[in-house]
């Protein structure tokens, strides 16, 4: 094969990769996950940090940094100097750590993807074990070296308190009901209640068009919603803290409708819209965020809100997109047989095998899944999968070197041979759980 057909041969399978990707239900799962990781803005820090003191008991400050690491970071490039200001303000060396090890892998964007993108399996078991392995490495940690631990934390790091009032939990509770009706495969959301016909007829040309594309009609809507939104919400989020503008409530209403094209079923060759369970729940849902933004939020906090959210966007979703054209190239060159012989089986060669990789191969944050998925489909054993979702956020070599800054060379050799062995160990248990099923 000559170099200019492989490249245009690696290109269409990018492309199309790409475009799959866009136009699939996904999109019900990434639209909340953002505005619910822009939504924790809104959740006084001190709710967590106070948890994390010194003298406070395991039983509460180990599960309190798991859920700070849920709640404060996004991803191993923001994790690394909230760890460092922690720590460094007189936490517990074994929480700081749990926090450390939890937060980049299961942030609300990355487990939700996870399960969209690979399967709810793979989600729950990177949550669970990442938590329970968290704590386990926080708790090895803080008894191996209990004598390092800082004398005295700083004066009114652990001891603010800062609570929620009751609007915001309500809100909290209806985004996450939006992921769950966006993602959760159960017929009273899948099932179609009536459908719409519309009285005309997709021409045949658009519909060879559309297919040669490997597109639906819904999928191409998707897609021209998304350009659409990109140049308004820049206009109308970038600056939004000084204020909002006719660009924000049109990117808004934009990101609405996308919700809500996205949650129908459209049958292929004609305009017959089946309106399921899932659209109901998500236009109901929506309504009420709505109602209570409007009633309990003010304009300050909306914007802060509304900022984070596309702080976010601006900073994952390009190298998303970018991410999953390159695994949709790589797929196409990396033969089956090579997946297969490395990490077909569930063996612990193969899960160490898949944790080298994660250190060597860093994707940033959410890339990660795409690249799973792919490996996935090429024939990876679900076991080393998980082994490499646990250990990519965690062990890059730039998050190796910013932490022995941080911590010294003994405590990350420590540190990173511990998450090496737990996640090759989490694998392992997961496939062969699997294997058992």
Known sequence: MEIGDLLLKLFGAGWLGLLDYLAAHVLLCLVPAFFIAGYLTLVPKESITRYLGPHTPKWISYPAAAAGGFVLAVCSCTVLPLF???????????????????????????????????????????????????????LIMAFVFRKHESAAPAPGMFDQKSGMRSALWVLCGLLLLVLIAGTLQIELLTGSLFSITLPVELPIGVQNSLDALHLSLQGAALIILLILIAPIAWKGFNHVQNGFNRWTWSALGLIVLTLLVAAPTISKGSLIINITGRFVAELGLLASIGYVVRRHLSPEELADWLYETWRFVKQIFPLLLVGVFVAGMARSIIPEDWIRALAGQNTLWANALAVLFGVFMYFPTLVEVPVARMFLDLGMHKGPLLAYLLADPELSLQSILVTGRIMGRQKTLTYVSLVAVFSTIAGYLFGALLNAL
């Open 84 to 138: 460092a200001g922690i720590w460094k303000r007189g936490a517990g060396l074994g929480p700081a750590i749990t926090f450390l090890f939890v937060a980049p892998a299961v942030n609300i964007l990355a487990i939700s993807y996870t399960g969209a993108a690979i399967g709810g399996d793979i989600a729950l078991a990177r949550l669970v074990l990442a938590i329970t392995f968290g704590i386990g490495i926080g």
